[in-house]
């Protein structure tokens, strides 16, 4: 199977081609939003602020600004600041524009302290990113194969059905991209407990297992602290009403999604994998973060695969472009929610349960289905070309 | 005859493929085997009803695996979900009593 892609001069493909404006920093936000109102077409993404945060966090937001530069579906980044070397050592010259830089793709800069203050810096970064997006523009697609493709997963709004039909063909899906040469990502550590034991057995590093086991068990002692049973919190009140009875219910469907492909390691939040195989990742389950986090790791799809036992008619979902640069795409095994919010979904592994049809030829459907969104069919989510409010995982506090 | 889903040959309990009423036949299939059992009770689609008898405080298994603890008596053909089932895993309530 092929698809048509955007080949980087790093040997990545993308199958969007973004001119992203990227802050080395929360203090040089306004700036690059600023430049991206006038330059129609380039993107941004805001992150929080990293003053006041520990080191762990702070890495975490530049690891994130700038995965996002680095993923194969940008053509191009102009990255602002007030200096060149941020606020903190996370975001100098060496730990965040150099990787970018790296990549080999088209890379400009604009410091304020460089130009003479915003003023200069505002009519120089509006230059430079109309340059970057006619260099962008210039990038065409050409073939590509599936083992170049990286893509992501989350469940959501699950029900018995997620475990029964979408989540296992999501899973062979993913198989076989990996056994392509492909890169794949799941996570949502909380959802994971309870099958914790399914997914250690299939690491291949006893490091990254080890890694990985402790992320689980940081989650449940968290959980337990608290003082209450995890059901008040997960599975969500939206999960119970569609039949999820307990939180290793929902673990045991959620980890079919990833497959049964060799895990490689476990990711911190937006972290890029070191070797081309499946990736978990430790991250909180909400949309509105997991999805930004595939995409700063290298992720150029997002699968959304949703149960929606509980949706009534026309319900709308939660994001439509919470991967910044990754477009999304929807799909269920519920045949009631396909029927029920057919405006939103893209893809449908029904049939499975309608139809009694193999989890192997849905899931050669839904592989057809991605090569052609990665090819340019738009996602229902795309359509709306919202650039929505999307937030990254932090877990430390604020000083 | 309605259809039921069981998802592994330890399981159980299984998930309904279609809405189910009080007193209709449910039919499910283990391997070549098929099994049937009558429903004692309405359950929706997509919810699980009980393959066999379990006892309160045995494993409800799913997947192979358990997926939590029976809370009280289940007879084959009732419902399972939150009001006869507790979870195993996460639990800060029972900690909580015991400490």
């Known amino acids: 199977m092929k698809f048509l892609g955007y080949r980087r001069p790093d040997g990545s493909v993308g199958i969007r081609n973004h001119t992203l404006i990227v802050p080395n920093g929360r203090a040089a936000a306004n700036l690059g939003v600023l430049i991206s109102r006038i330059v129609a077409g ?3 993404f805001v992150a929080t602020n990293e003053n006041g945060r520990d080191p762990a966090d702070r890495a975490t937001l530049a690891r994130t600004l700038r995965g996002l530069a680095m993923n194969p579906n940008v053509g191009a980044v102009l990255v602002v600041g ?8 996370e975001f100098s010259e060496k730990n965040f524009l150099e990787p970018i830089v790296a990549t080999g793709k088209p890379v400009d800069t604009v410091f304020m302290d460089e130009c003479g203050g915003f003023d200069a810096a505002f009519a120089l970064g509006v230059r430079k990113a109309r340059g970057l997006l006619i260099a962008a523009s210039r990038a065409r697609r050409s073939e590509a194969e599936l083992g170049d493709l990286s893509v992501s997963v989350k469940c959501g709004y699950s029900d018995t059905t997620s475990g029964m039909a979408g989540n296992p063909v999501v899973g062979k899906a993913f198989d076989r991209i990996v056994a392509a040469g492909g890169n794949a990502y799941f996570a949502e550590t909380t959802e994971v407990i309870g ?3 399914l997914v250690a057995a299939r690491f291949t590093d006893s490091g990254e297992r080890a890694k990985f086991l402790a992320a689980v068990a940081r989650v449940e ?9 995890i059901r008040s919190i997960n599975p969500i009140p939206a999960n119970i009403a569609a039949g999820l009875t307990t939180l290793e219910e929902k673990s045991l469907g959620a980890v079919s999604k ?6 490689r390691s476990c990711l911190l939040y937006g972290e890029r994998p070191r070797q081309r195989g499946l990736h978990f990742m430790d991250s909180w389950m909400s949309s509105s973060v997991i999805f930004l986090g595939f995409a700063a790791a290298g992720s150029v799809l997002n699968i959304f695969q949703v149960g929606g036992g509980s949706f009534g008619k026309g319900y709308m979902m939660p994001v439509f472009n919470a991967g910044v640069v990754a477009p999304v795409l929807f799909m269920t095994g519920n045949p009631h929610t396909w029927e029920k919010v057919r405006d939103d979904m893209d893809f449908s592994a029904a049939s499975v349960l309608e139809n009694h049809a193999s989890i192997h030829d849905v899931s050669g459907k839904l592989l057809e289905h991605i090569c052609n969104v990665a090819s340019g069919e738009l996602t229902r989510g795309e359509t709306f070309g919202m650039d929505e409010t999307v937030e990254v995982f932090l877990k430390g506090h604020c000083f | 005859m309605k259809q039921l889903l069981a998802l592994h040959d330890m399981d159980n309990v299984g998930n309904v ?8 036949g449910v039919c499910w299939s283990v391997g070549d085997s098929m099994f049937s059992a009558r429903a004692l009770e309405d359950i929706p689609f997509g919810f699980k009803m009980a393959l066999r008898a379990v006892p309160k405080g045995e494993p409800i298994i799913k997947y192979g695996n358990p997926i939590g603890f029976a809370e009280r008596d289940i007879a084959a053909g009732e419902l399972v979900h939150v009001h006869n089932v507790a979870g195993g895993r996460g639990r800060g309530d029972l900690e909580r009593k015991e400490g």
């Not at chain 1, 007030?82 to 050592?89: A, D, P, V, Y």
């Open chain 1, 195 to 197: 099958a914790e034991h």
């Open chain 1, 82 to 89: 007030l200096s060149r070397n941020g606020s903190h050592e």
């Open chain 1, 258 to 263: 990833s497959g049964t492909s060799p895990v």
């Open chain 1, 42 to 44: 380039t993107k941004i």
């Open chain 1, 221 to 229: 002692n968290e959980a337990r602290q608290l003082g209450q049973d």
């Open chain 2, 17 to 24: 493929l279609e809405d189910v009423k009080a007193g209709d």
